[in-house]
């Protein structure tokens, strides 16, 4: 996010005349809604491994669209930059529904390449979404305090889903059997048109890339998810 500074009048009407020079140019740009107190974290413990991320925190929501034999119509995508797209490789891939998506995550950047270092998201299968005024309220409610079940499990398309990055950088999902696995959101703050605050409690397994499986333990969150 840039600060700027407080301007001079001499350098306020140069920049207002490089402005007027540039006028006819279009600058499309889009704009990512960021968070960086430092009371917003996902922490645990990973295996033995002390895990805390609350630097550089995003706000999101998504539609990702099923396949329903037209694949024109799907949106596909890797908003967690975990190598999984979020379309694709759903069981209900012939379905004709959509998954709404909301969450938060965490990011590094070194050498000008943004790191996702944890996410917590909730998902939600849907019949397809065309176009609603009222996206928002939908979101919200997936929000809802309660205990969830995880994404991908039982063939299920909606749950939590979790994301985590060691130490080593090696990532790890919760994609994958949660069996004896909890998530619970424990509050949820007022609707903030774009945002709200949640919190909650998580104890689940993770996977890497080569299906070795470590357990995530005493985990918790306070994060703003998109509405």
């Not at 949106?75 to 004709?96: F, K, L, S, V, Y």
Request: proline residues 3%.
């Amino acid at each position: 996010m840039k600060h700027y500074l407080p301007l001079t009048s001499f350098t306020a009407l140069i920049f207002a005349a490089i402005m007027l020079s540039s006028c006819n140019k279009e600058v499309t740009q889009n704009p990512v809604q960021q968070n960086t107190p430092a009371t917003h974290y996902l922490k645990g413990l990973l295996g033995d491994e002390e895990i805390m991320v609350q630097t550089n925190a995003s706000y999101f929501t998504d539609v990702s669209n099923q396949n329903d034999g037209d694949e024109d119509d799907d949106i596909t995508g890797d908003h967690n930059n975990d190598g999984h797209p979020d379309n694709g490789d759903d069981p209900d891939a012939n379905e004709d529904h959509s998954t709404l998506i909301t969450g938060c995550e965490w990011h590094i950047t070194d050498q000008m390449k943004m790191t996702t270092t944890g996410s917590v998201e909730l998902r939600k299968e849907v019949f397809r979404i065309y176009v609603t005024p009222f996206m928002n309220n939908q979101y919200y409610g997936m929000l809802a305090p309660g205990t969830y079940n995880f994404a991908y499990q039982n063939n299920s398309s909606s749950g939590a889903y979790i994301t985590l990055r060691d130490k080593s950088g090696v990532l790890w999902t919760s994609k994958g059997d949660q069996t004896g696995s909890s998530f619970q959101i424990t509050s949820r703050g007022a609707s903030k048109q774009t945002f709200t605050t949640i919190t909650g409690t998580v104890h689940c397994k993770m996977y890497d890339s080569n299906g070795n499986m470590k357990l995530f333990t005493g985990g918790s969150f306070t994060a703003n998810s998109g509405l």
